[in-house]
């Protein structure tokens, strides 16, 4: 059973960074896909970064581009987040999902079988 548990949330001001972590353990898949949603308040689940294990450049929405960067070390089967210059719309619940076999070239929650429990960024203004 694959476990994920994010860490690294918290309260920042605009322009602020925060480096988020997923720790994903409890599976021998090689190839596989990890991302990042979020969940604003009011708002429904968003897919903004996606990560495959086979090496490719990662995938990022407008609404991050530039700003947030996905990196992953496949040895300690960890996802990293980086995000910079943070904005008060980013604000919400943070959560790392997985699935087997590649990203699929989109960002849609229902191609994730796993999902860690959030952690929480808030950015005030």
């Known amino acids: 059973q694959v476990q994920l548990v994010e860490s690294g949330g918290g309260s920042v001001q605009a322009g602020g960074s925060l480096r988020l972590t997923c720790a994903a353990s409890?599976?021998?898949?090689?190839?596989?896909?990890m991302a990042w949603f979020r969940q604003g308040p009011g708002k429904e689940r968003e897919g903004f970064t996606s990560i495959y294990t086979g090496g490719g450049s990662p995938t990022y929405a407008d609404s991050v581009k530039g700003r947030f960067t996905i990196s992953r070390d496949n040895a300690e089967n960890t996802v990293y987040l980086k995000m910079n210059s943070l904005k008060p719309e980013d604000t919400g619940m943070y959560y790392c999902?997985?699935?087997?076999?590649?990203?699929?070239?989109?960002?849609?929650?229902?191609?994730?079988?796993?999902w860690g429990r959030g952690t929480q960024v808030t950015v005030s203004s």
């Open positions: 409890g599976y021998t898949y090689f190839s596989n896909c």
């Open positions: 999902a997985f699935r087997t076999g590649g990203c699929l070239g989109r960002l849609d929650a229902a191609d994730f079988g796993y």
